[in-house]
Nanobody, 120 residues
Framework: VQLQASGGGLVQAGGSLRLSCAASVRTFTNYNMGWFRQPPGKEREFVAAITWRGGSTDYAASVKGRFAISRDNAKNTVYLQMNGLKPEDTAVYYC??????????????WGQGTEVTVSS
């Protein structure tokens, strides 16, 4: 499984960005997908996750109500729509895939990060 994240950039506080993660895999629907982030000088943290069919989602408390995870299985792509961005959302964002149960911690496959910077 290869994952390619994109869509990061510089945005002002209150703005929006949509991250994409394209998966190179035979059967994308075998995998639950997650987004994580690593703020400067901090450890990586869970952001959001979605089941293989998209029927269930999970969000970190810090982003719930502002971020939305979705997936297009026909395009082998998972998205993270980020609205109401805050400076504390500044981080390198990573997507991840796993074939087990929806999780905030257990992911076997990781993409490279895409950097998001929110200016105040």
């Amino acid at each position: 499984v290869q994952l390619q994240a994109s869509g990061g950039g510089l945005v002002q506080a209150g703005g929006s960005l949509r991250l994409s993660c394209a998966a190179s895999v035979r059967t994308f629907t075998n995998y639950n997908m997650g987004w994580f982030r690593q703020p400067p000088g901090k450890e990586r943290e869970f952001v959001a996750a979605i089941t293989w069919r998209g029927g269930s989602t999970d969000y970190a408390a810090s982003v719930k109500g502002r971020f939305a995870i979705s997936r297009d299985n026909a395009k082998n792509t998972v998205y993270l729509q980020m609205n109401g961005l805050k400076p504390e959302d500044t981080a390198v964002y990573y997507c991840a895939a796993d074939s087990r149960r929806l999780s905030r911690t257990e992911y076997d496959y990781w993409g490279q990060g895409t950097e998001v910077t929110v200016s105040s």
